[in-house]
């Protein structure tokens, strides 16, 4: 069945150093999302990449989709304080239309 | 605002008794689901609704059941079969089912059984 991996399960950072967040599926996917839960509350949507090789950015946030579609990637850069919480990745299994969520990585930024 | 409200935040119940899970949205969305959340694990699918009248069962479906009476309204009932209900409850909606559009969470219930 589908199984979405995200590596690493935590990571602790001193505020000012980068940090980066894998994902990867077992299945091609069509495309994935990427959801940020702060402690305490609920996932919110952050951004989706359809294309294969697609990179988009967010202000120090870089998201990257893998070739082959299988694979994905979430590069903080200079984190602050505010980038703490859990990182989902989500995609969707080519032709279905359920979204399989990753495991998390939950970041902690020391000041 | 539109959004989606999950009532109540915090539920404590016994052993052995069902339990309901109130969620509502108003963004319009024919889509809906119920999520289960455990320390480090990711978000796994309870049951998921298309559209009015209609509800599938997801990855963990044992134990819970669901209604659509209405299309603002997916309530979730945990009842005394499932083994480990103790979790942390997401309710989510979009716009439609197919559409791969991104999912509106609501707030979560935390429920605890005891």
């Known amino acids: 069945g589908q199984q979405v991996m995200q590596i690493p399960q935590y990571q602790h950072v001193q505020e000012g150093e980068d940090f980066t967040t894998y994902c990867n599926s077992s299945t091609t996917l069509s495309n994935i999302q990427w959801y940020k839960q702060r402690p305490g509350g609920h996932p919110v949507f952050l951004i989706q990449?359809?294309?294969?090789?697609e990179v988009k950015k967010q202000k120090r946030l870089t998201f990257q989709f893998g070739e082959a579609k299988k694979n994905s990637s979430l590069h903080i850069t200079a984190t602050q304080t505010t980038d703490v919480g859990t990182y989902f990745c989500?995609?969707?299994?080519?032709?279905?239309?359920?979204?399989?969520f990753g495991t998390g990585t939950r970041l902690t930024v020391i000041p | 605002d539109g959004g989606i409200t999950q009532s109540p935040k915090y539920l404590f119940r016994k052993e052995g008794q069902n339990v309901t899970l109130s969620c509502e949205q108003n963004?319009?969305?024919?889509?809906m689901y119920w999520y289960r959340q455990d320390p480090g694990q990711g978000l796994r699918l309870i049951y998921y609704s298309q559209i009015v009248n209609d509800f599938q069962k997801g990855d963990i479906a044992e134990g819970y059941s669901v209604s659509r009476e209405k299309k603002e309204s997916f309530p979730l009932t945990v009842t005394s079969a499932q083994k480990n209900p103790t979790a942390f409850y997401l309710c989510?909606?979009?716009?439609?089912?197919?559409?791969?559009?991104?999912?509106?969470f609501g707030n979560g219930t935390r429920l605890t059984v005891t």
């Open positions: 963004l319009n969305h024919d889509a």
């Open positions: 990449l359809v294309k294969s090789g």
């Open positions: 989510a909606s979009r716009a439609g089912h197919r559409d791969n559009s991104p999912l509106h």
């Open positions: 989500a995609g969707y299994q080519t032709g279905a239309n359920n979204l399989f």
